[in-house]
């Protein structure tokens, strides 16, 4: 226990050391323990005195003992470090985040050379077996994806009980970071970021696939200003639900959809559009619209409309409003249905925007007329696909009942001859 005590008032260096000189018989562990206690005692005078040099001083090692042992400790040690620094094939350099989730690091894949972003699952997921093999399997399925507004996902694999997934890593800022900085954004950057996530989302829906966390701090724009979408950690198949502890939503309050925070499993694209739509709120007013705490932002967005961002931002064009409000409905009935209405109306309104810069007469523009037509078309579309659906179904009610009624004659008729037959 001495001996122990003495061990534990070195560096880790010097008991690397004091171990390599007994496991290579240049002294005995009695010579060494005895050093070692001599050495604490007079470091105190000397706070320079290192334990090799003690040891030459002591005749127990030369010069020459000692500088190849300090080196092959150092060595041990810078390997031991990397080794706990070490997941899979990835060489942790650093922390980016953390989230309820897990944690994020910015790695090197070993085998690619490449940066990466180094997701691992939280600790405490460890434990629920279904969840992480659900984890998994989005994880799996996300690695299959690739679109130029999402994060790519690269691997993912399990290395001493912890679950991770690699991403790329971008260089860049989150919208988050450049709100808190910057404050309300411009009505065109906020557009544009948003019309890029639209399309993202558009192709995650391709999948059936919900993100479920769309917020600023999970929007990423590049050093080329290109938005992407990152952070998969709560993003689910729509078939499949995620089993969370008693009480638990997955998402963030200050941007979940009123179905989300009812702990809804049949989400779609629309919860997203939702959540996007505030996201977009903030971005354009420098705050979430309802404040408090977790529990209490949820009920809001359960009990009350999102307002207008022009009561905060009066400079925000009347067109623009109405698209968030329209995305950010409470009734999911009445939000866009479809991520391609939403590009449209946002395409419609940035190129207004950008003629409205360029001092060009935008009623009799050409642009603005085509792209009126193209979502007027698609509008109509979409109405007489519905007026179609209904009237099929009308259809298919006259034919149950032409069939019945003809049925009932014919069983009549066959009834009337056999009893014909037998008189």
Not at 68 to 84: G, I, S, T, Y
Not at 308 to 336: F, H, W
Request: proline share 3%.
């Amino acid at each position: 226990m001495k001996n122990m005590d003495l061990a534990e008032q070195l560096s880790a260096a010097d008991r690397q050391f004091a171990e390599l000189v007994v496991s290579n018989k240049f002294a005995s562990r009695q010579e060494v323990n005895r050093c070692i206690a001599l050495f604490t005692v007079k470091r105190e005078d000397d706070t320079e005195l290192t334990l090799s040099r003690y040891l030459v001083e002591e005749g127990l090692i030369d010069d020459e003992q000692a500088r190849a042992v300090r080196l092959a400790a150092e060595r041990f040690l810078k390997d031991q470090q990397n080794e706990q620094h070490r997941i899979g094939g990835y060489q942790i350099v650093g922390k980016l985040g953390e989230g309820g989730l897990g944690v994020v690091y910015r790695a090197v894949q070993l085998s690619m050379g490449r940066e990466v972003a180094l997701k691992l699952l939280h600790p405490r997921w460890n434990f629920d077996e279904e969840f992480k093999k659900r984890f998994l399997l989005e994880a799996r399925l996300l690695g299959k994806l690739n679109h130029e507004n999402l994060v790519q996902v690269y691997d993912v694999g399990k290395d001493k009980g912890r679950i991770y997934f690699s991403m790329e890593l971008v260089q860049g800022r989150t919208v988050e970071d450049v709100i808190e900085k910057e404050g309300p954004l411009s009505v065109d950057f906020a557009i544009d970021a948003v019309y890029q996530v639209s399309k993202a989302l558009d192709y995650l829906w391709q999948y059936k696939i919900v993100h479920r966390d769309i917020k600023p701090g999970n929007i990423m724009i590049d050093g080329k200003g290109r938005a992407k979408l990152m952070d998969f950690g709560f993003v689910k198949p729509r078939q499949d639900d995620i089993i969370t502890e008693p009480g638990m939503v997955l998402g963030t309050p200050d941007y979940i959809s009123p179905e989300q925070a009812q702990g809804k499993a049949d989400i779609d694209v629309r919860s997203d559009i939702y959540s996007l739509g505030v996201t977009m709120f903030h971005m354009l007013t420098g705050s979430a619209p309802f404040s408090g705490t977790g529990s209490t932002v949820m009920r809001q967005h359960l009990v009350r409309d999102v307002p207008s961002p022009k009561d905060l931002n009066p400079q925000i064009p009347d067109e623009l409003c109405s698209i968030v409000l329209k995305m950010t409905a409470r009734n999911p009935e009445e939000r866009y249905q479809s991520t391609d209405s939403l590009v449209n109306d946002l395409s419609l309104c940035r190129a207004r925007r950008r003629l409205e810069a360029e001092k060009l007469p935008q009623r009799d523009t050409t642009i603005i007329r085509a792209l009126k037509t193209s979502r007027d078309m698609e509008q109509t579309k979409d109405a007489e696909i519905d007026k179609l659906k209904k009237e099929m179904g009308k259809l298919r009610k006259y034919f149950l009942v032409i069939a019945i009624l003809l049925g009932g004659l014919f069983f009549f008729i066959a009834v009337v001859l056999l009893v014909l037959k037998f008189l």
